[in-house]
């Protein structure tokens, strides 16, 4: 039973890790594409 315990609890670790990796993936490329907006703006490419 206790290594049951253990698999499931691995499962749910490499579940909330891929959770996290695609939320900081996501918010990564958010936070480019504002940073290009940004610059361009500043560089008069956008108006």
Do not use: F, P
């Amino acid at each position: 039973m206790a290594k049951t315990a253990g698999i499931s609890s691995s499962a749910s670790q490499n579940s909330d890790v891929a959770q996290l990796v695609s939320i900081a993936l996501c918010s990564g490329i958010g936070l480019l594409i504002s940073l290009v907006v940004v610059i361009g703006r500043m560089h008069g490419i956008w108006y």
